[in-house]
């Protein structure tokens, strides 16, 4: 990683926005944070992202990629820095959720850019602005 550039995770919808060219202005604005994420060596994900975004891509979307895209995608991204999560993780994920209220798996995703060292969490899912934690959601799609 860069020095100097703090760490910023994506969450699954920032990430299969910047695949899905159907989206219009939200694809232009995950893509070029992708980008920039991707130039300044900046971006972090986890497991749990890669796999959804995995299902979403491939199931979902409304412009769909083929497997072997998704795959190629995927291995791609592999090259950021992927928290693979533990137990303690899981537990740390409860403690977030039952203090929080929001999802489980969201609250996995916080405990992974929590872990990655990461202060901006970009999602479209949570409180824009929020702090969970030392954790502060941004909502590129907010002007």
């Given amino acids: 990683m860069t020095e100097n550039i703090e760490p910023q995770f994506l969450d699954t919808n920032i990430l299969v926005y910047a695949?899905?060219?159907?989206?219009?202005?939200?694809?232009?604005?995950?893509d070029a944070l992708v980008r920039q994420l991707?130039?300044?060596?900046?971006?972090?994900?986890?497991?749990?992202?890669?796999?959804?975004?995995?299902?979403?891509?491939?199931?979902?979307?409304?412009?769909?990629?083929?497997?072997?895209?998704?795959?190629?995608?995927?291995r791609n991204f592999s090259?950021?820095?992927?928290?693979?999560?533990?137990?303690?993780?899981?537990l740390a994920a409860i403690d977030i959720q039952q203090r929080f209220q929001i999802s489980f798996w969201d609250a996995l995703v916080i405990?992974?850019?929590?872990?990655?060292?990461?202060?901006?969490?970009?999602?479209e899912d949570l409180a824009n602005g929020q702090d969970y934690g030392g954790v502060?959601?941004?909502?590129?799609?907010l002007a």
């Fill in 19 to 30: 695949f899905d060219t159907s989206t219009g202005r939200k694809y232009e604005i995950a």
């Fill in 111 to 123: 405990r992974a850019a929590q872990r990655t060292g990461c202060g901006i969490l970009w999602s």
């Fill in 79 to 90: 090259t950021w820095t992927v928290h693979r999560p533990e137990v303690d993780d899981v």
């Fill in 38 to 74: 991707w130039d300044n060596g900046a971006g972090c994900l986890s497991l749990q992202v890669l796999q959804e975004f995995f299902v979403t891509i491939t199931h979902k979307a409304p412009q769909r990629m083929s497997v072997p895209e998704a795959r190629e995608a995927i």
């Fill in 136 to 141: 502060v959601v941004k909502n590129p799609f």
